[in-house]
């Protein structure tokens, strides 16, 4: 099948995929991230050719020289999204192409070569083909897919390197909030930064997440869910979450959420969430928000809902918040009305139960 860029993947099926029997109780009771698909999409860059191999196989481990540059210098970058089953038992996902453009935007800070958006999406699309009884049926259920690329150059020097491997796997996942939407507790990082000014904290890489651990297991600690990172140069301004962005609901139906300033992931789901939101006549801010303004604000009650977005867990409300020095609730700990409804709203687009007027929604089988 034609995969663009002149590449055609060769496929290559398992002979001993998972029995339908097994695969039935596996998607029972899938939760996030546990089990994977039969197969997997790689593509191999060489400097001197290009991208060249793209194939579907069997998903395997997959053998690397202990010198692969990737496990030394973290050149490593990588996407996620969802495919959906729909009504008719066809296959949709929602916004690939701007995954596919993000990916570029993410290699190039990285020092990366680009991978087409024809190869890209063609690999999603021969993924799903070939898996296409792993996408779940269950009505909450969705079919995650992982997009990512590393160098594999066999090389201990410190430059970018002239080989890498992109691959993409597939794990069936259930509802992120089983029994209901629960409100979120945030820790607010003190001590732990996730991006600088001029650092990588737009692109989509590995090291952006192994930088947050130590701060996410921080919240933990403290009995919270989530950490919010602040700004570096003042350490006042709310960025994001390790892996969510931010949004606040004010009293008048405004939303406010940070700027793109190269600090923050540029989450598809928050471009979503704005752009449903100035469309039913909401004010939308992008600009910074101090967390002065968000306790005071809350206490006030001039914010009155605080909400984190993206892929996994498309929109997930705050309902408290926590640091060294203080604690607050917002809208009283509860999931708040308006996000809520733009959750609802940007749910059914996502899975075909709702029209889909900015053509985000893909066909692929
Ligand atoms: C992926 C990611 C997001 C959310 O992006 P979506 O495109 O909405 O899934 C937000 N922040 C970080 C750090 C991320 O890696």
Redesign the pocket.
């Known amino acids: 099948m034609a995969g663009g860029d002149n590449l055609d993947f060769e496929i290559r099926p398992a002979s001993q995929p998972v029995p339908a029997v097994e695969r039935a109780a596996l998607m029972a009771n899938p939760g996030f991230g546990r089990i994977f698909t039969d197969h997997m999409v790689t593509i191999r860059y060489a400097d001197s050719k290009g991208w060249y191999d793209a194939r579907v196989e069997p998903r395997a481990p997959i053998a690397l020289d202990p010198a692969a540059a990737v496990l030394h210098y973290a050149q490593e970058i990588f996407e996620?999204l969802k495919a959906y089953r729909s009504a008719d038992g066809g296959v949709t996902t929602f916004r690939a192409d701007a995954?596919a453009r993000?990916f570029r935007e993410s290699a190039t800070r990285m020092a990366m070569p680009h991978l087409s958006d024809d190869l890209f999406l063609g690999s999603i699309r021969e993924l799903v083909q070939v898996d296409r009884d792993w996408v779940p049926t269950d009505p909450e259920g969705s079919l995650y897919l992982r997009p990512f690329m590393f160098a594999s150059e066999v090389f201990l020097g410190v430059r970018p390197a002239l080989e890498y491997l992109y691959c993409l796997i597939a794990s069936p996942v259930g509802s992120y909030f089983a029994g209901g939407v629960k409100p979120a507790t945030m820790w607010v990082s003190t001590e732990y930064t996730r991006a600088a000014p001029g650092g990588t904290g737009a692109a989509?890489c590995g090291g952006?997440?192994a930088a947050s651990l130590v701060a996410q297991a921080e919240a933990i600690e403290q009995g919270c869910d989530q950490v919010v990172f602040l700004d570096t140069r003042e350490q006042k301004y709310i960025d994001?979450?390790?892996?969510?962005?931010i949004v606040f609901v004010l009293d008048d139906g405004t939303l406010v959420t940070p700027p793109l300033t190269g600090t923050?992931?540029p989450?598809?789901?928050?471009d979503s969430v704005l752009t449903l939101a100035r469309d039913e006549g909401r004010a939308v801010q992008e600009r910074p928000v101090s967390v002065d303004e968000w306790r005071e604000g809350a206490r006030s009650g001039r914010i009155r809902e605080t909400f984190a977005?993206?892929?996994?867990a498309v929109i997930t409300p705050v309902g408290a918040v926590k640091s060294r020095d203080y604690e607050f609730s917002i809208g009283g700990g509860e999931p708040g009305p308006v996000t809520m409804a733009l959750r609802e709203r940007l749910v059914n687009i996502q899975r075909g139960n709702a029209e889909d007027p900015y053509g985000w929604v893909q066909r692929i089988i």
């Open positions: 996620g995954n993000r989509k952006n997440y994001e979450l390790g892996g969510m962005n923050i992931l989450g598809i789901t928050r977005c993206g892929t996994a």
